[in-house]
């Protein structure tokens, strides 16, 4: 019995110089966006912010995506250094005050999970398919020389769609800027961990992410 990948049912094919590579040759630029606290600001503020994302909405020609991740925020670790820093801590009032913290802070967490959210954006761009050779060349070195015709044509090919996707990912950064937001692209190894972490939501709510070799990172 035949046993089938779990890659084989995915979307993704690579990723290179912080570029996700589909399949179907299209490429994705995933970029981290940071958050603002709408409920804190002004009428004013709140008006010129939907106002502001509005005018990048109207202005998009392309479509793109709006992705929310929610994960449990490990909190292990700061209640260890907490219990560190109270045993070390030669003054009484001051290991009790840290001993009372350390123990308001566990019943908050036993009270319920704390969520930590992160933002991304997600912009498309379509390649063109490179049209094969109409016939295989006879002979080894023609055959050597119509592959590297095809690996170079490829190449130039993914390099001319990566400065019109870095374009796209550029015009939606300035739009959501406008908006008080900032924009972060993930390079290769960033979207490696990303795409890991989806597919090991306990691993990576733990804080476990497995060790990547250098010569697989494009």
Known sequence: MAI???QQFLELESIKEGIVILKNKSLRGIMMVSSVNFALKSDDEQTAIIYQFQNFLNSLDFSLQIFIQSRRLNMTGYL???????????????????AEYRKFIGEIISS????????YVVVP???????GLASQPKGQSKTKTATGALQ???????????????????????????CGLKCVPLNSL???????????PTESENGYYPQIPPELIQ
């Open 152 to 178: 170079t044509n490829a190449e130039e090919q993914f390099n001319h769609a990566k400065t019109q996707l870095w374009q796209r990912m550029e015009f939606v950064a300035l739009g959501l800027r406008r």
């Open 4 to 6: 089938t990948s779990t």
């Open 190 to 200: 960033e979207l490696i961990e990303f795409f890991w972490g989806l597919h090991h």
């Open 80 to 98: 260890d250094k907490l219990k560190e820093i109270e045993q070390r801590q030669t003054n009484d009032l001051l290991r009790i005050q840290t």
């Open 125 to 131: 761009f379509q390649t063109v398919t490179v049209a």
């Open 112 to 119: 319920g999970s704390i969520m930590n959210k992160s933002f």
